[in-house]
């Protein structure tokens, strides 16, 4: 399947935050169970089961993650950012998991 990139232009400065206000997340390697229909993380707070509808779209994404993942644990969202065509940093997917 050919991937069709966005031609917008990036924005290369880091929005303004307040301090302390930013959801704090770590990098993890997450193991995806394609037959089961999970997702294992482990980070600092222990290892992690979730289930997604379609772990298919995580592991194509996590085969072309260019940096990276990262787990936030209050918002139960894995980010894994992608090559995009005209995007240096690449693109981030986000994907919500639930128990």
């Known amino acids: 399947m ?15 935050t307040p301090a302390g206000t930013a959801t704090p997340t770590v990098a993890v390697i997450p193991a995806v169970d394609l037959f089961l ?9 222990g290892t992690e089961q979730f289930r997604h509808a379609q772990p298919q779209l995580i592991a194509q994404a ?11 644990e209050s918002s139960k969202t894995l ?4 090559a995009a065509v005209g ?5 981030q997917r986000h994907f919500t998991l639930g128990h």
């Open 37 to 45: 229909g999970t997702v294992t993380i482990t980070a600092k707070a």
């Open 87 to 91: 995007k240096r940093a690449g693109v």
């Open 62 to 72: 996590l085969a072309q993650a260019v940096r990276p993942t990262h787990w936030c």
């Open 79 to 82: 980010t894994v950012t992608v």
């Open 2 to 16: 050919p991937y069709q990139g966005d031609t917008t232009l990036v924005n290369t400065t880091a929005p303004s």
